[in-house]
């Protein structure tokens, strides 16, 4: 079992937009801006990627993290999504 994460189409709008708000706001304010882009969708999603400086890196970090979830710690979860007997597990 493998995890890849791929970006979404380039918004070049969105990510100009993205990059003038970076421009103008502090730290704090860049946070809070950035968790309020994340909760608005994919598009959003894509274009902090194609903003961060090591967008490649990060996205294979974050796919490793999925991956040793759902090799290690989730491993039984997703068995159990997979054999149909999820309902069995709770409670």
Do not use: T
């Amino acid at each position: 079992m493998k995890v890849v994460l791929i970006p979404g189409l380039r918004d070049e709008e969105l990510i100009e937009e993205m990059l003038e708000a970076k421009s103008r706001m502090d730290g704090e304010e860049w946070e809070e801006y950035m968790l309020d882009c994340a909760s608005q969708g994919d598009e959003y999603m894509d274009a902090m990627y194609y903003i961060c400086e090591n967008g490649n890196e990060m996205l294979e970090e974050q796919a490793q993290y999925f991956e040793n979830c759902l090799l290690g710690d989730e491993s039984a979860y997703y068995v159990a999504r997979m054999g149909g007997f999820l309902d069995s597990m709770c409670c």
